[in-house]
């Protein structure tokens, strides 16, 4: 009991007094959705984002943990180097082993341009500037995007390379790309396989 | 103006926006204030990325939102929601909503991918997140609105046109976005982007699909008294699901006939046709809804008057010129002909403090209030002042004034 008098039957809300619980509760429901509907998303996102699957890998070299929706793909090499791959759609991520490689990741990424992207892809554009990138094990790799023409499908490809140097000195290139205007739809995947990916003599 | 009774004290119906005891007025400040930085920083970058394409979208934004606010407002006939609220729907509209709907939409897009893959979310992203995004956080806005100032938002058309003015925002800085960065940003494409977006699409967005939520919201603070909780409910479950349904149609990919680039002149004017198929039927739906709510609004006025009639406040005849906005507005014409402006501006403050009469009188209750006989007699006051300027009939004997 409060002591105070009852709201009159016909009041409207201005003679209504409007207590501390009406007003606070509804702002916290308005708060509450702002909030869900905001980061709502990618907490759903994480949640049905999870390792699927064993793992592709080259021994000795490179593992990628697929994520779900991911499978994988025939493996194959690009020149001499092996890689394995993960599909999903349009999107790819292939992990290349690029074998001894002793000039760090930085070399490693000017190297992928020159003798696997500008072999593979007509009308090349790649970003200005290398990004460092840390992998989960703390190692740091750079990367890079890039634009281009498949020559073999002649299909507008947008993607991005990521290029690691294991401690035993072995390069590693991830290479994930999709359709032209897709890349975005899977990139958040490719980013986290590369980062979770093992390199090196554990792999 | 000394002629004048005083003015009842309190004025109806004009809540400031400064609420700093009300909580939801410190999240909309604060949610306005934390988005506003990136709002900002984004039209800086735009306007570095080309200073002329990014005057020039919103000059012409300008062009196109300053009429579309002025309809809007004008829609209440009977009591027009003060500035600073609408601006403040506004402001929540072009910043915080936008800015969120950015970072929400972007998140549920990933889930889309994760569920449906690359290609179907290339597909269906934008129509499956932005309609439920976006309306859901420009909805917030309009309820943060009513919870800041419970008494103005009394009714469906109050609803509209906040929620309207809302979207209004929404649209316009949407639309920047898209000139700048999706159309290039540069002057010619800006007027790409405006013919598209704009010229063929401007009538049947945002201000529509938020229009439709602000319904929903007036429908479910109004008319407590004589409809239950659960028939209001429902009927605001049908706006807010109409407005998403709407918005999710134009966001569909199967409904985007849109001829590939570069168009030809036949092209360009196939896209008004192709835009007023999927926009048409929801404006008229949205016609129809206003122009209800609007009669609505008429039979409440009516039956909040007739039992003044003949009292101090009004009298037959004005209550049939106030009953419709064409005869009030052509009662003034003829008094501003008849007896000049400040006669006429006299009569416009003796029409709209009988709207607020009838506010008083719908609330009070009891006839002998101390707030309803205040208000009666300063409406007699403003009348007894019309009668006295030269030439100024009183109100209700204007001639041969017809319905429009």
């Known amino acids: ?203 | 103006m000394s002629a004048l009774g005083a003015r009842p004290g309190r004025r109806l119906h004009h809540t400031r926006f400064l609420q700093p005891r009300q909580p939801a007025f410190w999240l909309y400040v604060l949610t306005v204030g934390l988005t506003g930085i990136v709002a900002v920083a984004e039209q800086s970058l735009y306007r570095n990325i080309s200073p002329s394409g990014w005057a020039l979208s919103w000059f012409l934004l300008v062009l196109y939102g300053a009429p579309v606010a002025v309809v809007v407002y004008l829609l209440d006939l009977y009591e027009r929601e003060p500035l600073p609220l609408l601006g403040a729907a506004f402001i929540w509209g072009s910043v915080a909503a936008t800015t969120l709907s950015a970072i929400g939409n972007a998140g549920w897009g990933l889930a889309i991918a994760r569920i449906g893959g690359p290609e179907f979310a290339a597909r269906w992203t934008a129509a499956l997140t932005a309609p439920f995004v976006e309306e859901i956080l420009k909805g917030c806005g309009v309820v943060l609105i009513y919870l800041i100032a419970r008494d103005e938002v009394d009714d469906v058309m109050d609803g509209f046109v906040y929620g309207a003015i809302c979207g209004l925002g929404f649209a316009i800085v949407e639309d920047v976005f898209y000139f700048m960065a999706v159309f290039g940003g540069q002057p010619s494409e800006v007027l790409q982007g405006f013919w598209l977006r704009v010229v063929a699409s401007g009538l049947y967005g945002h201000v529509l699909y938020t229009g439709l939520v602000g319904m929903a919201v007036g429908v479910v603070v109004s008319h407590r008294a004589t409809e239950p909780l659960r028939h209001r409910m429902w009927v605001a479950i049908g706006l807010c699901s109409l407005a998403v349904f709407a918005h999710l149609l134009w966001n569909s990919p199967l409904l985007a006939f849109y001829p590939s680039e570069p168009w030809s002149l036949g092209d360009v004017l196939s896209v008004v046709l192709i835009t007023g198929g999927k926009g048409l039927p929801l404006l008229a739906f949205v016609a129809i809804a206003v122009a209800l709510a609007r009669r609505r609004e008429r039979r409440w006025l009516r039956g909040a008057l007739v039992g003044e009639v003949g009292l101090d406040g009004i009298s037959a005849d004005e209550l049939h010129l106030l009953e419709s906005p064409t005869r009030r507005r052509a009662a003034r014409r003829a008094m501003r002909r008849r007896a000049g402006t400040r006669a006429a501006t006299l009569l416009h403050r003796l029409q709209r403090e009988q709207v607020n009469l009838a506010m008083v009188a719908s609330r009070v209750g009891d006839a002998h209030d101390p707030a309803l006989t205040r208000q009666r007699a300063y409406c007699r006051s403003l009348r007894d002042a019309l009668g006295a300027i030269p030439a100024a009939a009183p109100a209700g004997s204007e001639p041969d004034v017809t319905d429009g």
């Open chain 1, 1 to 203: 009991m409060t002591g105070e008098a009852p709201p009159r039957p016909d009041a409207t809300a201005r003679m209504r007094r409007v207590g501390p619980a009406r007003r606070w509760l509804p702002t916290i429901g308005v708060l509450g959705a702002v909030i869900a509907t905001t980061l709502g998303g990618f907490i759903v996102a994480a949640m049905l984002s999870a390792p699927a699957g064993p793992p592709v890998s080259i021994p000795g070299v490179v593992s990628v943990q697929p994520l779900t929706g991911w499978e994988p793909a025939r493996p194959g090499s690009v020149g001499q180097r092996p890689f394995v791959r993960v599909t999903r759609g349009s999107g790819t991520l292939a992990a290349v082993s690029w074998g001894p490689f002793t000039q760090g990741p930085e070399q490693l990424a000017v190297a992928v341009r020159d003798q696997v992207l500008s072999d593979s892809f007509d009308q090349l554009t790649v970003s200005e500037e290398l990004t460092p990138v840390a992998f989960d094990d703390g190692s740091i790799g750079q990367r890079f995007t890039f634009v281009g023409v498949d020559r073999a499908s002649g299909s507008s490809v947008e993607g991005e390379v990521t290029t690691a140097v294991s401690s035993d000195e072995q390069g590693v290139a991830f290479i994930g790309f999709s359709s032209e205007g897709l890349l975005a739809f899977v990139d958040d995947d490719l980013r986290a396989m590369v980062s979770a990916a093992v390199v090196g003599p554990a792999a």
